[in-house]
């Protein structure tokens, strides 16, 4: 494949990651929306984690999160992060790395609301990245903000979305003899052009 075309062909690599994700779905067993996302603390010593993807828009990716978390704090600190998606069924790859927002508004409101009533709940009790005496004290704590909430809690205060948007993508497939095709785009800004190369596997 010397020019880009079949997988990798389009104009806009938003377009292009939400084909790939629209493909993992039928094949991945579980959680194709899976992100290992990348950030670092003040040290600048790094962590990873998986998390759920739950929007690709026109100009960035988005996913939810306690804003009391080690990792919100992580986000909010460096405001940048990274991640990767990696499908074994389809034998692809998506790295993207840029700059983070708060998504606190309207569409986390939104997306809080489709969420399972238990999940609501969960979110409410959940004291992300905090120590926990054992699981029964996490079971209690929903069985309280059960009570207290009721079957329609609002989104928690500490609770919504970050916004990715991408400076750099790139779109990796599993090549013969290991050599993988990779696609990098790359911008200043959302305001400048992608530069689109080729890399070597």
Excluded: C
Aim: zero cysteines; hydrophobic letters at 40%.
């Amino acid at each position: 494949m010397s020019e880009r075309d079949g997988i990798f062909a389009g104009t806009d690599p938003f377009e292009i990651a939400a084909r790939w994700l629209d493909d993992a779905r039928d094949s991945e067993p579980n959680d194709p929306n899976a992100i290992a996302l990348a950030t670092v603390d003040s040290t600048g010593m790094p962590n990873v984690r998986m998390v759920l993807l739950k929007e690709i828009e026109a100009q960035a990716f988005v996913f939810y999160t306690n804003y009391e978390s080690t990792k919100a704090a992580e986000l909010d600190s460096a405001g940048k992060a990274a991640f990767v998606m990696h499908w074994k069924s389809l034998r692809r790859q998506i790295r993207v790395r840029g700059t983070i927002t708060r998504e606190n508004g309207p569409q986390a409101d939104e997306y809080y609301a489709s969420r399972s009533l238990k999940s609501r709940l969960g979110a409410w009790a959940s004291k992300q990245s905090q120590p926990l005496s054992s699981r029964t004290a996490l079971m209690a704590e929903v069985a309280k903000v059960t009570a207290k909430l009721g079957p329609n809690p609002p989104r928690p205060p500490f609770w919504g979305g970050y916004r990715l948007e991408p400076t750099e993508i790139e779109f990796w497939a599993d090549g013969a003899f290991r050599l993988h095709d990779r696609f990098q785009w790359r911008r200043e800004n959302a305001e400048t052009e992608w530069q689109i190369q080729r890399l070597n596997p």
